[in-house]
C-alpha cells in the first residue's frame, strides 16, 4: 500500500517545485550504452502481459524459453512495484501511440554455448513500422538477451555490435584450495578453509549454465608456479619447493618445485578434468608472482639446473611455464598468463594472451605497449581493481581509462582483446562483495562495451545512478554510486528504499 | 544435513596436522573484553532447554521476558548450527563437570529506561559453587543483558564496571529532512527525498524500544542553524538566509536566519515534539560548519547587527546557539554541540559537552586539551569515522587510540565522557551500512569500554575474528575482519558462509 500511496501522494502535488528535491524519475537510459541508438519523443503503452514470440523461420534454441521467462518476470516486476491493480504501465505522460502487447524475435541461429566468437548483435525496433509493434532481430541467443535487456531499461531503437562477457574465475590461490576435483581429491579435502569451503563440480556446473543462460563465459584460472601454498599438502611432498636455511630445509615452503615430472603429471591430470568442467576455450595459467627465492636456497633445484644448463630463475619458470603451455596444447585450449611470464622473458608463443596488471598509476600503459608490439594479444587490469577502495566517488576513474590509450599503432590496438574488472578476495566475502562490485564494474563495463566516445563522467553520473536503482529494484545490492547532494539531478537515493533483511527475490 | 557431515567430517581427519589449515575453532572470547574475568580449565555441558530463572526478591522488571526469550533463542541457535538432533552442545573437548540447567539471575532494581546513569554492572559466575549452577547478578535490566551476553559469548567468571551505550542518531541535514514531524508536516512533506524515506514518529518510538531491550540509549541530533538547505522550502520563506550578489537575492541559501524570531519559534515547537517522543535527557544540537559568507552577503542581516550591536558573525552564531540552549533549558534538557560552537568563541554554559570531530590525524588532541581544559566534557569523535574507508585493515587504527591521549590532567581526564563510532550518510544505505559499520566499530567499542590496558592489536585480531564470525552468525553480514592468510590464527574467513540471499534471521 505504501507504494500505491506514493504515486498518488505524487500526483496530488499541486506545485511539485515547492519540494525540496523534484519527485524521482526514471529517464529510460540504458547502461552500457548501445553503439547506435535512436529516441523518438513518442512513447508507446505497455501491456503487463506482454508475450514474447519467436518467428516461425526462427531456430528453436533450447535457452530461449527461460531468456523469455526472465524478462518477463522483469518487464512484469516494473508492474508489481507501480501499483498492485494496473494492468498497463505508463512509462510516459505523453500521449500513447498504440499499446505494445507482443515482442517478435527472430534469431538467425543457435550457438548454445558462449564462446570466443560468439555473435551478440541484434536491432532492435519499438513502434515501427507500425505503433504496437516491437522486432527483435538477433544473430544468435546472445542477441536476444541483450536486446531484451535494453528494452527492458526503456530503449527504442538499436544497433548492437559484438563485444565478449566472461567471467574470469580465479579459482584457487595460496589462502585455500576449493576447487573439489574428483580426480585429485586431496587437493581440497586438505586445502579447503573447512570442508564446507568448497566449490563442487556440480555447483560449477550450475554456475556455467546460470552463466550460459545470460550470455556469459566462465574462464577458470588455476594460477601456478606462484600462488600454490594451499596446494602443499594435497600435491604431495614433492609438489612445493622446499626452502632451505644453512643447507637444511627450514619447514616453509614456495612456489612448485619445476625439476620434478610427477608435478607435471600432477597438472595434466587436473587440467584434464577442469577441461571437462569448464569447456570454454580459454584456460588462465597464472604465471604472477613467482618468489626466486626459494628455488635459489635449495640444494636439488641448483643441482639440477646445473645439470641441465640452466643459468637463471626466469628459465627455470619458462620451463614449468612451457609444461603448462604443452598441456593446453594437447587439451586444445587457448591460454592467458599474468604480465610477469611476458615481462621475466619466459619464451612464449605468438598465440599467448598476456594479461597486464601492475602499474595502476600509469605505467600499465609501458606494458601494453610492449606487449602489443611484440605481436601478443592483451588483456587490461591494472586500472580497474575493484578491491582497492577508498573514500568518495572512485568509479568516474575508471569510466575515464581508455585501454588503447599507450600510444600503439592501429596494429597493435587491433590486439587489445579488452579488459577485465578484478574483485580480489582478501577483505570480501557473501556479506558485502556484491556491494563492492557493483555499481563499481558498471562504470568499467561502458568502457569496454559501448563505443570509445562514451567517454564523459558528467552524463554518465546520473545514468549511472539510474542503472543503480534498476539493479537494486532487482534484487541487488548494489551500494550508492554518487553521493547525495541536493544537486539536481545527481541524486544518489533510489525511489525505494532496500531492506537487506527482506530482498530474497532476484531478478537477474 | 552440511552442517552435520561437517562435524562428523571434523572427527574422521585422522591427522588434522596434514591440512592446510586446522579445523576452525571458536576459543569463547568475550568481545568487548569485560572489565575483571577468572576463566578456570574446566568447562561444563550446557543444556539445550536452559532456563533462566528470576530470584524471588528480584523486582519484575518489564524487559526481562524479552530479554530472557532472546538470549534463550540464541543459545538454542548454537544448537541448531551444531546438529539439528543433538540435545546438548559440548563447549570444549574436557571431561564434563555438572551439566548448566538453569541461570539464576537476580535484579537489585527495574531502572526501565535506559540514561544518563544507568547501571549496567554485574557479576557473573559460572560452575561455582556447585558445577551446575550460574548465578547472575545486576543492579539493573542492563546488567543482565550483558551477563548473559557475555555468557553466550562463553565466559565464566566477570566482574563489571559501567558504562554508556548510545545510539547518536544524526537524523537531519542538508541533503534531506526524513524526520516526519506531526506538529510541523511541511518539513518532511516537503524535505524528505520522497515521501517514502521518512521516518514516522511511530517507527521512531519502535527503533527507542527495540534499543531500550538492549539496553541502548537513543540521542537524537538537530543540526542547526548551518546542514539546514532541505529544511528550507518546509521552514517557510523567512527560514533560510537568502544569499546576496550584487547587492540582489541571488537564488541561493545559506543557514538559518538568526535574526527572525519565527525561526526560533518553530524550533521551539519542533524541540517541543522531539522531546515527547525521544525521551532521552540528551538533545544534540548540531553547530558544525556554518559558513559566514551567505550572512555576510544579507543586507537584513548587516542592518539587524548593526541595529544590535553584533560586530563578528560569531556573535551572530552566538544568539541562534543560544536560543536553542533556552529552548533546552525550558525542557530540561543537557546538550551536546560540536566543536566549532566551542572553537569559534561563542559563549556556552559549563554543562554544554562539546564533541571533537575534526583534526583526524592528530590534532584533536589539541581540541580535547583545550576543551577540558575550559571545564567542558567532551565526546571524541574525530579517529573513528568510519565512513571513511581504505583498503586494507583500518580498524587496528582505531583500535590503539586512547581518548585521554592529550597531556591534559586527571581533572581533565575526567571530563572525557567517551566516543562516538560516527558512520556518515553520503555513501551508505541499506545495501552496504551494515557492512561497512560491523566490524570495525567493534575495534572502536572496546576502546571505549573495555579497560584502557586492553590495547593490543596482536591478540585483538584473532578475538575479533572470532566476535565477526559470531555476529554472521546471529544474521548480521559483518564484512571481513583481517585478511585471509594461510597464518594460523589470523584466519579471515568463518565456519558457515554466509549467503545474502538467504539471511532473513536475525538474533540480535
Known amino acids: ?42 512513447f508507446q503503452i505497455l501491456d503487463a502481459n506482454i508475450q514474447f514470440v519467436l518467428t516461425p523461420e526462427s531456430p ?3 535457452i530461449i524459453p527461460d531468456i523469455f521467462q526472465r524478462y518477463q518476470d522483469l518487464i512484469r516486476s516494473h508492474f508489481k512495484i507501480a501499483s498492485s491493480s494496473s494492468k498497463k504501465l505508463k512509462f510516459s ?59 527492458t531499461q526503456m530503449i527504442h531503437n538499436i544497433d548492437y555490435r559484438p563485444s565478449m562477457n566472461i567471467l574470469h574465475w ?6 585455500s584450495f576449493p576447487y573439489e576435483s574428483q580426480v585429485l581429491p586431496e587437493l581440497s579435502f586438505l586445502g579447503s578453509y573447512t570442508p564446507l569451503h568448497v566449490y563442487t563440480i556440480h555447483e560449477i556446473k550450475d554456475i556455467i549454465e546460470f552463466a550460459r543462460l545470460r550470455g556469459v563465459r566462465v574462464v577458470p584460472e588455476f594460477d601456478t608456479p606462484g600462488h600454490t601454498d594451499a596446494w602443499g599438502p594435497g600435491g604431495g611432498p614433492k609438489f612445493l619447493t622446499p626452502c632451505y636455511h644453512n643447507g637444511e630445509p627450514d619447514g616453509s615452503h614456495g612456489p612448485i618445485n619445476p625439476i620434478y615430472q610427477e608435478n607435471y603429471d600432477l597438472m595434466r591430470k587436473l587440467f584434464t578434468e577442469v577441461n571437462e568442467v569448464f569447456r570454454d576455450s580459454y584456460l588462465h595459467l597464472g604465471g604472477d608472482e613467482v618468489p626466486f627465492g626459494c628455488w635459489k636456497s635449495n640444494a636439488d633445484i641448483t643441482a639440477y639446473m646445473a645439470k641441465n644448463n640452466l643459468t637463471t630463475y626466469a628459465q627455470l619458470e619458462q620451463l614449468w611455464v ?52 611484440s605481436g601478443h594479444k592483451a588483456i587490461l587490469a591494472s586500472p580497474w581493481y575493484l578491491n582497492i ?42 556479506t558485502n562483495i556484491l556491494q563492492r562490485i557493483w555499481p563499481r564494474a558498471s562504470a568499467v563495463a561502458e568502457r569496454l562495451w559501448s563505443d570509445k566516445s562514451v ?54
Not at 550508492?480 to 527482506?502: K, L, M, R, S
Request: charged letters at 20%; a negative charge.
Open 389 to 430: 577502495i577508498s573514500y568518495g566517488v572512485d568509479w568516474e576513474g575508471y569510466y575515464v581509462i581508455e585501454p588503447t590509450d599507450f600510444n600503439g599503432t592501429a596494429e597493435q590496438n587491433k590486439l587489445v582483446m579488452g579488459g577485465s574488472a578484478a574483485m580480489w578476495g582478501e577483505f570480501v566475502d557473501g
Open 322 to 373: 612451457q609444461g603448462m603451455v604443452d598441456i593446453a596444447h594437447d587439451l586444445k585450449k587457448n591460454y592467458v598468463v599474468w604480465e610477469e611470464v611476458f615481462v621475466n622473458g619466459v619464451k612464449i608463443s605468438n598465440e599467448t594472451v598476456v594479461e597486464v596488471w601492475k602499474g595502476r598509476s600509469g605505467t600499465w600503459k609501458d606494458t601494453m605497449n610492449a606487449v602489443t608490439k
Open 93 to 151: 505522460a505523453s500521449s500513447a501511440a498504440g499499446i505494445i502487447e507482443t515482442i517478435e524475435v527472430k534469431i538467425i541461429n543457435c550457438e548454445n554455448y558462449p564462446s570466443q566468437n560468439m555473435n551478440e548483435s541484434y536491432t532492435l525496433q519499438v513502434g515501427s513500422p507500425t505503433p504496437e509493434k516491437v522486432e527483435l532481430t538477433a544473430s544468435a541467443e546472445w542477441g536476444v538477451i541483450h536486446g531484451l535487456e535494453s528494452f
Open 1 to 42: 500500500m505504501k507504494f500505491l500511496s506514493a504515486f498518488l501522494l505524487g500526483n496530488a502535488l499541486t506545485n511539485a517545485a515547492d519540494r525540496f528535491l523534484p519527485p524521482w524519475q526514471y529517464d529510460g537510459t540504458v547502461w552500457p550504452l548501445p553503439q547506435s541508438m535512436t529516441v523518438t519523443q513518442e
Open 455 to 508: 567517454n564523459q563522467p558528467g552524463p554518465a553520473r546520473w545514468r549511472l545512478n539510474e542503472w543503480r536503482c534498476k539493479m537494486l529494484a532487482r534484487g541487488l545490492p548494489a551500494q550508492p554510486a554518487i553521493q547525495n547532494p541536493n544537486v539536481n539531478p545527481n541524486f544518489g537515493y533510489c525511489p525505494y528504499p532496500f531492506d537487506p533483511f527482506n530482498n530474497a527475490h532476484y531478478l537477474f
Open 60 to 62: 528453436q534454441c533450447d
Open 170 to 175: 580465479h579459482i584457487v590461490d595460496l589462502q
